[in-house]
């Protein structure tokens, strides 16, 4: 069983910065690629980044590039979502998931995660 712990998320004016962490732990289990998810009021749960573990690939939906960064550390399993520039659009509920095989869906895609965290509220105020 793999346990997903998210922490960071909170409270921000829009342009200010919020950085998210999640680790994995676990017994036996192979790590392929983590990534964020978001869910906002209304909206489906969208792809935020993912990271290809093996060689630290990094993937971000269109509207993410250049204000998110995500990154791993390979020892902790864990991951980090840094986010600059902040817009209330951004407030959501976000998931951090693990990929424990890769699959024919995409990195971008909610099909290709096997565990979920519980998610952490960011709320980016205007």
């Known amino acids: 069983q793999v346990q997903l712990v998210e922490s960071g998320g909170g409270l921000v004016q829009a342009g200010g910065s919020l950085t998210l962490s999640c680790a994995a732990s676990g017994r036996a289990f192979s790590l392929y690629a983590m990534g964020w998810f978001r869910q906002g009021p209304g909206k489906e749960r969208e792809f935020v980044a993912g990271?290809?573990?093996?060689?630290?690939?990094?993937y971000y939906a269109d509207s993410m590039k250049g204000r998110f960064t995500i990154s791993r550390d390979n020892a902790k399993s864990t991951v980090y979502l840094q986010m600059n520039s902040l817009k209330p659009e951004d407030t959501a509920v976000y998931y951090c998931?693990?990929?424990?095989?890769?699959?024919?869906?995409?990195?971008?895609?909610?099909?290709?995660?096997?565990?979920w965290g519980q998610g952490t509220q960011v709320t980016v105020s205007s």
């Open positions: 998931t693990l990929d424990t095989s890769g699959s024919i869906y995409s990195i971008r895609t909610v099909q290709e995660y096997d565990y």
């Open positions: 990271i290809r573990w093996r060689d630290g690939s990094t």
